[in-house]
């Protein structure tokens, strides 16, 4: 691989404090060899010939914490070559996949083929996990000593939820022992039983069934509560309603923790469902205006760490259902970092505050060396044009489902190319090529 001169570009990295116009070296192993303003014309070999991005955005690679690949079992709807894809496009160069699959990544020889498969078909970082319980049944715990031994990054039993508290306990216990992170999707599951959106006005005039905001709130109760005696790394996977965030607050005066939000529920709400829009059927379910500004300003409040982009991919067929009988779920990782941009252009969140939680905060978390432009780390980052207008045409998405929230949406900033340890991955675009003036040696 030869070096590679970026020039004139907007970098921002939150995790390196870094936010200004410059320029990035990447070295012939695929490493950042220099970043920043130093990085211009007059710094660089005469003989070489620079990528002018001409005020473009370098922003490190997105790292997306809840990712569904339908790879084993599921591979009509999603695998690791078609979300991998998919990711490139959004800017999305590591993922933390769900073991919700069939057979359940539950078991360390199961580990090994997933991983495999992600080696051999991904171009992007796969951190898979796996499941707290076995089969996720929520009955018997999973061997996370070993698991975690093979390369499992954390346990959640992804769109379920430990209802037991003694064997949540437990859980925690374990977790605790050996220092690997529980993430938990909060929600009650009788309180929220054959819900399909947020329990209300909409629900009533649709004649559905409701999914109370507080079946998620009393889930974040028991486990805080839990975690005052078992300190564990513990994550909440998406809140999603302003009942949820009180709580969170209150709580963070006492235990650590973290949370995360789904871009849907940070840029949408139950009106958007209208007359039975079934690709809006989502887990957590879209609630109120008044929860998504609660929401964007949890995240402005460094209440919530980070947002993902809740993949789900589900084929055409289940979703084009009555509301009742649709599956839940909408993909969206190619969309993740527009729609987040969303909340820049309408000046409700500063851009830093965006790309820290879609990049160095779930590092963080994960304890994963990426999300971050430092000099020696793989050279894993995203070029954007923040202005470029586009629209969500479905036909035109990379994922091998086609289920999007946002179908016809006017977005504003669109990712133009991809680099994943230095190599170009995602759609090269038309540079601009300078030629540096002959520099005499004295």
């Not at 955005?57 to 695998?79: A, Q, S």
């Not at 006492?254 to 039975?276: A, P, Q, W, Y």
């Not at 923040?386 to 969500?392: A, G, M, N, R, T």
Request: include cysteine; charge should be positive.
């Amino acid at each position: 691989m030869k070096k590679q001169y970026f020039i004139n570009a907007n970098i921002l990295d939150p995790h390196n404090s870094i936010n200004e116009v410059g320029g990035l070296i990447i070295s012939e192993d695929g490493k950042i060899e220099a970043i920043g303003k130093k990085v211009n014309t007059n710094n660089l070999p005469t003989r070489e010939k620079p990528i002018d991005l001409k005020g473009k955005y370098i922003f490190p690679g997105l790292v997306d914490m809840r990712v569904f690949v339908g790879e084993p079992g599921y591979e009509y709807k999603e695998n690791f070559r078609t979300l991998s894809n998919a990711a490139l496009s959004g800017g999305v160069t590591s993922v933390v996949t769900m073991p919700n699959t069939d057979p359940v990544i539950d078991n360390v020889s199961i580990v090994d083929f997933l991983r495999r498969r992600g080696r051999d078909k991904s171009k992007i970082n796969i951190f898979p996990c796996a499941s707290l319980t076995k089969n996720i049944e929520g009955t018997n715990m999973t061997e996370f000593g070993l698991l975690q031994g093979k390369g499992i990054i954390a346990f959640t039993d992804g769109v379920r939820t430990i209802q037991n508290p003694r064997l949540m306990s437990r859980i925690m216990n374990s977790a605790k022992d050996i220092g690997c992170l529980i993430m938990q999707h909060a929600e009650d599951y009788e309180l929220a039983k054959n819900g399909m959106i947020n329990s209300g006005i909409i629900a009533t005039k649709l004649g559905l069934s409701g999914i109370p905001e507080i079946a998620e709130r009393i889930l974040i109760e028991r486990d805080l509560t839990l975690l005052e005696k078992v300190k564990c790394r513990y994550h909440i996977s998406q809140i999603s309603s302003q009942k949820s965030l009180e709580v969170i607050k209150y709580r963070k005066e006492m235990v650590k923790f973290t949370s995360g939000v789904s871009i849907n529920n940070l840029s949408l709400n139950e009106n958007d469902i209208g007359d039975f829009k079934t690709f809006l059927k989502l887990s957590p379910p879209l609630r109120r205006e008044e929860d998504r500004i609660a929401l964007v300003q949890g995240l402005k409040d460094n209440l919530i760490d980070v947002i993902v982009s809740d993949h789900k991919p589900e084929d055409e067929e289940s979703k084009r259902l009555t509301f009742s009988q649709a599956a839940t779920g909408a993909s969206g990782i190619e969309t993740l970092l527009s729609l987040s941009l969303e909340l820049y252009h309408n000046e409700s969140l500063k851009l830093e505050t965006i790309i820290r939680a879609l990049t160095c905060n779930p590092a963080k978390i994960l304890k994963i060396n990426k999300g971050n432009l430092s000099i020696g780390n793989d050279a894993d980052f995203c070029i954007v044009d923040i202005e470029k207008p586009w629209i969500v045409k479905k036909e035109k998405l990379i994922s091998k489902s086609k289920n999007t929230s946002i179908e016809d949406k006017r977005l504003q900033g669109k990712v133009t190319n991809t680099f994943v340890k230095g190599r170009e991955l995602f759609k090269p675009v038309s540079y601009t090529h300078l030629t540096l003036p002959t520099k005499r040696i004295v």
